[in-house]
């Protein structure tokens, strides 16, 4: 009867602690189906090369200093008091994630932002004291940080680097595995300038998984804006014990020639005539593109002017010149102005630009010469 009793009682302990690891692990995947996944998903490949450190444009790259709460500017459902106290970001970074849908199902939540310390994991820091951490327990995440970037030219290719990696896992051995939440990461940059992470304006890298130790995340993109922004994201797929991200060491840099810029030469004209003298006459205006590739150029007489010139031509590539004439016949006595707008395409720095052009219609034309030598 004892032996009866001890085995229930044995197969009842079995049976809740059973239930206590279900209920703290949702994870619905067999461990070997989750190392499978793992092994089908690291295919992208890995950069070797930061962008160029020495012309880093970012502020804070390394995220050493002081961490602080994040205080959302137009406030923020998951931080009711306005001051998001689980975020302790960066100085220069700003966090983002997806917000629980209130769906049981959903497992999605906002992680909490910390510093990562080399004193005391200097594994999770790439280089000097700190790296940006953040994290979910138990959960998952669609999560990340960014920074906006001023200041760029528009038409310049911009390079965005940063290393990164994760730590998955079901237990706190602090190695990833075998129990992995299928953890991806990648990097983007909106070439717009615009800080919403779910924006199809923002070109991403491939995702990957890298796990335990620091890998590269690099992508380039042509800035459309003087503002771009970067981004640095993670969306395991299991909600594992740990999913844990890390970032540290970003760059942003220009790539390649400088970006196309407008010059018109000369950008505007006088023009006289006698009334009683009638005449065409014409001006012309070099419409060139410093470091053109397939950008062309276009003239738009502009509505309001006091009289209407004939523009010639009305488009025209890199270096072409634009000509605008005039015939003074039937004008009085007057100033007259007109002007041209010049639009590219596509459309870059110092787009539009303007010719301006006035026409005096006088009396007479008096023209006085200087003489050569002052007789004493």
């Not at 528009?154 to 990696?165: D, N």
């Not at 998955?168 to 990097?187: E, M, R, Y």
């Not at 942003?252 to 810029?261: H, R």
Request: aromatic residues 10%.
């Amino acid at each position: 009867m004892k032996k009866v009793t001890v085995l229930a009682i044995l197969l009842l302990v079995l049976l809740v602690t059973v239930v206590l690891v279900s209920a703290e692990s949702p994870d619905p995947l067999p461990i070997n189906w989750q190392k499978v996944l793992a092994d089908d998903l690291k295919s992208a490949e890995i950069p070797t090369e930061p962008c160029d450190v020495d012309a880093n444009l970012l502020v804070n790259p390394s995220f050493e200093g002081q961490y602080a709460a994040w205080i959302p500017p137009n406030g923020h459902p998951d931080c009711p008091a306005g001051i998001c106290t689980t975020a302790q970001m960066a100085g220069g970074w700003t966090p983002f994630w997806r917000s629980f849908s209130g769906d049981p199902d959903d497992t999605d939540v906002n992680p909490e932002y910390k510093p990562a310390e080399s004193e005391f994991f200097p594994n999770r820091v790439h280089s000097g004291e700190r790296a940006q951490q953040y994290f979910t327990f138990y959960r998952t995440h669609e999560a990340g940080l960014l920074q906006q970037v001023s200041g760029l030219t528009p038409g310049v290719t911009y390079c965005f680097s940063i290393w990164g990696h994760s730590w998955s896992d079901g237990d706190d051995d602090g190695v990833s595995g075998p129990q992995f939440g299928i953890l991806q990461q990648k990097v983007g940059i909106d070439p717009t300038g615009g800080d919403d992470w779910r924006s199809n304006d923002i070109i991403w890298s491939a995702e990957r998984e890298q796990y335990d130790e620091f890998g590269l995340f690099k992508i380039e993109v042509e800035a459309q804006s003087e503002i771009i922004t970067v981004y640095a994201y993670s969306n395991p797929v299991w909600s594992v014990k740990h999913n844990d991200v890390y970032w540290d060491d970003a760059v942003l840099s220009s790539e390649g020639p400088a970006g196309a810029t407008l010059s018109i030469s000369p950008a505007s004209h006088a023009l006289w005539a006698e009334v009683d003298n009638p005449d065409v006459i014409s001006a012309e205006s070099t419409i060139d593109i410093a470091n053109a590739m397939t950008e062309t150029w276009q003239a738009v007489l502009e509505p309001g002017g006091t009289f209407v010139p004939d523009v010639s031509p009305l488009s025209g590539d890199p270096g072409d010149d634009l000509t605008l004439t005039v015939d003074t016949i039937g004008m009085p006595v007057g100033v007259y102005t007109a002007s041209v707008t010049i639009v590219t395409d596509p459309p870059i720095s110092d787009s539009p630009g303007t010719v301006a052009l006035e026409l005096y219609v006088v009396e007479e034309i008096n023209t006085a010469f200087a003489p050569v030598v002052a007789r004493p």
